[in-house]
């Protein structure tokens, strides 16, 4: 059965100034300037702020991004235990960002523990909700599968935020939004964590299912019939080696005079072997990560409906094992696509732009004014920009609507282009065209491959951006900021921005 992590953060507000509020720990933040250590927004008197920023560089503590120090904190103190926090050499540019990174390095640093009071700063609702986000995203341990978690990798249950703005009259939305959307971050975690042989096309539909119910949304599913009887040539092609069938899930979410419509398409490979262009043995685990796409675009849609925004949000679903069972597809296979269009498949490993290219001809149907799919697409991808950035291609509408929500979000995009060149190689001389060409610009011909499946007949073609976070997506490395080992829920956060700003475009 399909689990989910049920410890969940309790955030809460609490005015700058109150002492010993009952937690285990009070969390303090520091920068890293040419001068030494810097206390930022310091709880402290100016006398003991000068003396505690001249001893913790004795004590081994920087104040660099990601550094922690635990110290016992005096009498007036408003935790017996004082947490220091890094943020390194403040940028204004990226102020948001650090406080939302030190935050999740605070609540990641106290598993285990009950109760944490944030000292941070948060003065600005800007500031406030980075922190608020952070800790909760911090506050995340995966365990559901061990048979005995021990009782220290619990996360942290409750972070006390402390501000100034007690009296806002936006604080309490700011606070809710912030607990909502990282809360469905960590379910994406969840799923991407989640193994194949428990998250598949058939059970994954099933989570899609029990997660939608409490919330105004439709879902309705294609499974291996209905999938050929509507030509989806590309999902039912690369599920054909698995004994488990792939499905199409279409997860609504349309309120009542939505101004504008987003839809979001998500690559669901819950495990890709290669296919019969078999991947090698070393790392092959981490290919149950592959789904990210589909976990991520879910969730956006379900964040959206919790948040009640008013716009209409549809996610697609593309879910498929990629197999070499006897029935898989073969190099040298042609598949005939939703839109009518053939491809030559030369490469069964290139199996997540096929599912894609069906579910983006599906979604044009509807002609949405914006249209964003969301892939573990290549490893080029991960060559080009590393494990933290993820490439962005498509028109420019979209593709700035999405740089312009990633900058809030803080999660790094780079937008890359379409070279004239490109497109030929991927000619083929047996279909219309083929799913892989040669190596170079491998992350660029994925995306010029999808591109040929933007729009429908009949109405508008929307405008669409293509983002491939095949790294970010997983982090195989150690925990860093508000990010965990493992699924990371990236694009999240940046997805519900993007459906927030909506209305407001011209």
């Not at 952070?134 to 978690?149: E, I, V």
């Not at 936006?170 to 809710?176: E, I, R, V, Y």
């Not at 959307?181 to 899609?208: C, I, M």
Request: glycine share 10%; hydrophobic share 45%; net charge negative.
């Amino acid at each position: 059965m399909l689990v989910h992590n049920t410890d969940e953060v309790t955030l809460s507000v609490v005015a700058k100034g109150q002492r010993r509020l009952g937690a285990d720990v009070a969390v303090v933040a520091a920068a890293s300037l040419d001068e030494g250590v810097v206390l930022l927004d310091s709880p402290f008197d100016a006398t003991r702020t000068t003396e505690l920023e001249a001893l913790l560089p004795r004590l081994g503590f920087t104040g660099a991004a990601g550094a922690t120090l635990r110290t016992a904190g005096q009498d007036d103190d408003a935790a017996a235990v004082l947490l220091f926090v890094g943020l390194g050499e403040v940028k204004e540019s990226a102020r948001t960002e650090q406080l939302r990174r030190a935050a999740g390095v605070a609540t990641r640093a106290l598993t285990g523990l009950e109760k944490a009071v944030l000292l941070l700063p948060a003065s600005t609702l800007e500031d406030f909700s980075a922190v608020a986000e952070g800790a909760s995203l911090g506050a995340y341990n995966f365990t559901t599968l061990k048979s005995a978690p021990k009782p220290t990798s619990a996360p942290l249950r409750e972070a006390v935020i402390a501000t100034d703005l007690k009296a806002d009259k936006d604080l309490k939305a700011a606070l809710t939004r912030a607990a909502v959307v990282a809360r469905h971050t960590k379910r994406v975690r969840d799923l991407v964590d989640t193994p194949a042989n428990v998250l598949y096309p058939e059970s994954f539909t099933e989570y899609a299912r029990q997660a939608s119910k409490s919330l105004d949304v439709k879902l309705t599913v294609w499974d291996e019939k209905k999938l050929a009887a509507e030509d989806m040539g590309g999902i039912l092609g690369v599920g054909r080696g698995s004994v488990r069938p792939p499905r199409l899930v279409k997860v609504d979410y349309s309120p009542a005079r939505a101004k504008g419509h987003v839809a979001l398409v998500g690559k669901g490979i819950t495990f890709d072997t290669g296919g019969i262009s078999l991947k090698p043995a070393a790392g092959m685990e981490e290919m149950k990560s592959d789904m990210a796409g589909a976990a991520t675009v879910l969730h956006a849609a379900l964040a959206a409906a919790e948040l009640k925004l008013p716009v209409h949000v549809t996610a697609w679903l593309c879910l498929a094992e990629n197999m070499p069972g006897g029935d898989a597809t073969r190099p040298g296979d042609v598949l005939t696509m939703h839109n009518g269009k053939t491809v030559e498949v030369t490469n069964t490993d290139a199996e997540g732009r096929l599912v894609m290219a069906d579910g983006l001809s599906k979604a044009s149907e509807e002609a949405p004014d914006l249209l964003f799919d969301v892939a573990t697409l290549t490893g080029a991808q991960i060559v080009a920009l590393g494990h933290r950035t993820a490439g962005l291609m498509g028109d420019e509408e979209a593709t700035s609507a999405v740089l312009a929500a990633a900058e809030a979000s803080g999660e790094p995009f780079w937008a890359m282009p379409f070279p004239e060149d490109i497109r030929p190689d991927l000619d083929s001389a047996t279909a219309d065209l083929r799913n892989s060409g040669n190596r170079d610009g491998g992350m660029l011909k994925a995306g010029v491959f999808l591109r040929e499946f933007v729009g429908a007949e009949g109405v508008e073609t929307p405008k669409w951006g293509h983002l491939d976070i095949a790294g970010p997506a997983f982090n195989a490395g150690a925990p860093w900021g508000h990010t965990p080992k493992e699924g990371t829920g990236f694009a999240l956060r940046t997805l519900v921005n993007v459906a927030e700003a909506l209305p407001g475009r011209d």
